[in-house]
Structure formats: structure tokens, C-alpha cells
């Protein structure tokens, strides 16, 4: 008995370094086939074995499949089939090798890339509060950051340049003290609250989901309205996924609703909030941004002339917060935990 890994560069642009993670585990485990294709291989995946008997585990990653393919797996007994979706299997085909008594295995959750979403959502906070992009980008320009003649302030006490890095129109300084706002307390947002709670925010989330233990686990308050939870906040951060039942789950009024000056931090997906409403808030320098997605509010990409770039009071990253290393290697052994020994 052995198992057998399959993987096109189809996959492999999306999900680097994963397919040779579980390469590595599945050697330890015993006989392996290994089989990297070429870029120009349109063959179906029986065309890539000579003779696949004795197979009883399989992954096929980014290759075409047949039903003559799956019947040549007469062995078969587990396998996970991505054709050229490379995000979820196709249901034809896990129906179809549930017909021949093969457990097709796949995720249980998104977990894979919650440490990099949510570590991302750290570091554009963080960011945004001490503005350390505008400041890298300033400094590469001029001298002007520098000369502390420049920041000289008749109010009493400001020390003089403090507020370089500090604007006092928006939330700005360190998370701790913070009033810190969360919708969702899944994968992601049970991260950000509990290393922000750590920081020494005061952090309350809303999830009707959720049982009570996901709140103790995080620090986080339980509120129970998203009214309730957007009424104080410095900084709100939408972080759950988007469905059909959360597009717009953040709606106009509870933008509206935002005290001036708030940072919303958006990682997940931007659809979560009405983007019209945050836009304009935005725009009008009443709201501060961090983001790394911006569907429904901007479009991906963003255009170039779109004035939400460039802003002192925006932060902002490529859609790329679970796209790490350590991300596609969790998607790995996410997946091989799910199957049995051969």
C-alpha cells in the first residue's frame, strides 16, 4: 500500500510550497510516488501513472480527471481531487469517487492562513497608528521629518515634535488603552483580540456564533449588537468571512455610527461593510483605514488615481495577508491530518 501526490504549476501558482510540504510528511509515513508536472501537461491524471494499483492514497492537485482515471485506482481508498479549481474540489468529482467507496478528505476550516491574516492585521494597526509607512515613505523624499524646528507647537507640554508620529485626528499612539472593536471572533478576529488584548487594549467582539469559551479564550467583552459594539470603538475591526449572509453586514448607519476618528481595519474581505458609507468617511478625513482587501470599496486593484491612495489617514496592503510560506504549509498539513495512515 502507498499514496501518491500529484501537483500541476496550475496549483502551484497559487499554492507554493505546500504540495512539497506534504511531500515531506508523507515520505516519513512510507512508500510515496511523487509526481511534479510539466506547465504544458493537459493530460488527465491517469495519463501520469504507468500503473496506479497498489495506490490507496491520493492527492491530485490542478489535473484534469476522468472517470476512466478513477477507475484505473482500483486500490483507492482516500483522496483529495482539485481539477483546475484550485481553491475547493469539484462536487462532481467527490461524488464520483464516493460512488466507487473512496473518502474524498478536504479542510474543516480556513485555519491554515488565520496566524498570517491576523498577524497582518497587527502590523496595518500598528501602521496606522504610528503612521510608519507615510513616515518611511517621507524620509526617502526629504529632510523635513528630521528638523524639529519644523514641529514647534505653542501648546503647552506637546514636546515639540510629538506629534509627528502621532496625529491627533485620528486614533493614533499605542494599541494599549485602547478601545479595540471586533465582529467575529472565529479563526482570525480570536487571534487579533487576544494579541491585542495582551497589548493592553480593552477589546469587546460581537459574534452570535460563537459560544461563550471563544470570548474567555480571547480577553474579549461579549456585546451582543453590533450598535452596542461600533458606538465606542477607536478601533473596529470587521474579521469574518463573506457570505451571502454577512455582504453588507456592517451596513451605512453603523458606519455613520463610527465615533470620528476610529481606525478600520479591514483583512478579511471588504464586503463586509457597506464601502460606499466607509469611503466617504474616509474621503472626508473622519475615519482612518487599514486594509489589505478592498472589494466593494475601491475594487482590486485599486486605480492608480483613486484618492483613497496616498492618504495620511490610509493603510493599506495588495489582498495578501494569508499569502506566506507558513500559510500554505499549514494548508498542508491541515489536509494530511484529515486522512488516515495508508
Not at 165 to 170: E, M
Not at 192 to 215: H, I, N
Amino acid at each position: 500500500m502507498s499514496s501518491a501526490i500529484v501537483v500541476h504549476p496550475l496549483f502551484e501558482s497559487v499554492w507554493p510550497h505546500a504540495a512539497d510540504h506534504l511531500r515531506r510528511r508523507w515520505e516519513k509515513e512510507g512508500p510515496l510516488e511523487y509526481h511534479r508536472l510539466d506547465e504544458d501537461h493537459d493530460d488527465p491524471l491517469g495519463a501520469v501513472f504507468d500503473d496506479p494499483t497498489g495506490i490507496t492514497r491520493l492527492v491530485s492537485l490542478g489535473v484534469p480527471v476522468t472517470d476512466d482515471c478513477l477507475d484505473a485506482f482500483a486500490d483507492l481508498e482516500q483522496a483529495t481531487v482539485l481539477t483546475r479549481n484550485v481553491y475547493e474540489p469539484d462536487e462532481e468529482i467527490v461524488a464520483a469517487l464516493e460512488d466507487r467507496g473512496v473518502t474524498h478528505r478536504w479542510h474543516d476550516s480556513e485555519g491554515f492562513w488565520s496566524a498570517s491574516v491576523a498577524e497582518l492585521a497587527l502590523g496595518l494597526t500598528i501602521g496606522a497608528l504610528r503612521q510608519i509607512p507615510q513616515k518611511h515613505a517621507s524620509i526617502t523624499r526629504s529632510h523635513d521629518d528630521w528638523d524639529r524646528e519644523l514641529w514647534e507647537s505653542e501648546v503647552p507640554g506637546a514636546g515639540g515634535y510629538q506629534y509627528v508620529a502621532d496625529p491627533p485626528s485620528h486614533t493614533h499612539g499605542t494599541i494599549a488603552g485602547k478601545r479595540v472593536r471586533i465582529v467575529g471572533v472565529g479563526n482570525i478576529g480570536s487571534r487579533y483580540a487576544d494579541v491585542t488584548d495582551s497589548l493592553g487594549a480593552d477589546v469587546a467582539a460581537y459574534d452570535p456564533y460563537a459560544d461563550e469559551p471563544c470570548f474567555h479564550r480571547t480577553g474579549a467583552d461579549r456585546i451582543h449588537s453590533l450598535e452596542e459594539l461600533v458606538a465606542d470603538a477607536e478601533i473596529f475591526a470587521p474579521m469574518v468571512p463573506l457570505t451571502d449572509g454577512t455582504r453588507g453586514l456592517v451596513d451605512a448607519d453603523l458606519v455613520r455610527a463610527l465615533p470620528d476618528g476610529t481606525l478600520v481595519v479591514l483583512v478579511t474581505r471588504a464586503g463586509i461593510v457597506d464601502g460606499d458609507a466607509l469611503r466617504e468617511r474616509v474621503l472626508a478625513d473622519e475615519l482612518a483605514l487599514a486594509a489589505d482587501v478592498f472589494d466593494g470599496l475601491a475594487g482590486e486593484p485599486i486605480p492608480l488615481d483613486d484618492p483613497l491612495l496616498g492618504r495620511e489617514n490610509v493603510v493599506h496592503t495588495p489582498h495578501v495577508a494569508g499569502r506566506t510560506r507558513h500559510a500554505n504549509e499549514q494548508w498542508a498539513v491541515q489536509l494530511a491530518d484529515r486522512f488516515e495512515p495508508a
